[in-house]
């Protein structure tokens, strides 16, 4: 396997644990050493991997990139009461090539996917998020790809991959594996109306910031719905990063790292990553935010569930409702209250698409179909099972 090509965790890093207390993330972790090598992945249920790759930035200038400080910060953090085993694998160097790179992680994410490990990414540049995906190729299914970010990243589909065009390129690459792409926290001056216009013929979702906002509880049946999330850091706002260069306007932190919670509950995120850390000006504050989103995110995964079979569930509670000439089914867990509505499959389709049959949705989902209103993300959904 690949393990072999990753670097261990810095030996600053490694002095830092013990420095810190006992009770502490850094010394509850199983870590990628010089001296122990890759660790035991017997009962592991999170791995920590960075990938010190951004050639493809559009603004890349040659910089390398140090997760060290981020390391530090999140080792100093204390753990909640988690049952969960965490290990950290080191780094991924950048390859000879970009795609020397991309074949590496997608070696590695798809060989912890099947060990049913959860990788948590901290990257580079986010054409990564490209990797990321076609790592799930292995797993033979349609994928729901979460991108919180302000802008599409759709990009040009014809030209090179960059940090700025990677969900084009998923889009129309083979094998095609994408079933949803959903975008939390565009910013609508950072995008053209041709990308706007173009996520809406996809029967994509987007949802603006200020809506987010207004409502985080709005990212919730989204992420349930997720199997991939992949966070660009500028999404976050300059005054939080302490980033000049960085847009006025974001999430602030604890917005974010509410959304980060929000992924980890979600019992079908299989691959976190959060991308485009650079060299900033104060990044000791940008390396505890960091830190923070991936310890919330941890914390989600603990407080999970298991309700991805909701529907062969006895105790599920069951509601058919007519709408036009619909009858639309929705079930309601008694145990977390969380609700779901039933996509019709059509047999004759791929087959691929069999579990995106049962959408997460709201309670006011339900309502507004008891007035007759059918909810969009199940009409877009819909639409996808039937082209």
Known sequence: ????????????????????????????????????GIPDFNGVDLAIIGIKENRN??????????????????????????????MDLGDIEPGEKVK???????????????KNIIPIIIGGSQDLVYAQYRSFDVLERMVNLVNIDSRFDLGNSAEPI????????????QPYNLFNYSNLGYQTYFNSQEEIDLIEKLYFDAYRLGEIISDIT??????????????????????????PTASPNGFDGREICAIARYAGISDKVK???VYEFKNFKNEETASLMIAQILWYFVEGVNYRSNELNIRDNSDTLHYNVPVEDEVLSFYKSPKTERWWIEIPFISSSDNKLQRHTLLPCTYNDYERACNQEIPERWWKAKRKNEV
């Open 100 to 114: 020397d790179t991309y074949y590496l992680v997608q070696e590695i994410l798809s060989d912890l996917l099947q």
């Open 271 to 273: 691959s976190f990553g």
């Open 57 to 86: 930035s559009v603004n890349f200038l040659g910089e390398k990139l140090s997760f060290d400080t981020i390391r530090e910060s999140f080792y100093d953090l204390f753990p909640g009461n988690w049952n969960t085993t965490l």
């Open 162 to 173: 960059n940090n700025k065009s990677f969900v084009g390129k998923i889009i129309v690459e």
């Open 218 to 243: 709005v990212v919730e049946p989204i992420m349930r719905d997720a199997d991939i999330v992949s966070l660009d850091i500028e999404a976050i706002n300059s005054t939080c990063l302490q980033n």
């Open 1 to 36: 396997m690949s393990y072999e090509f990753l670097s261990p965790v810095s030996d600053r890093v490694v002095a830092h644990t013990a420095l810190i207390s006992e009770y502490a993330l850094g010394n509850k972790l199983r870590i990628h050493t010089p001296e122990s």
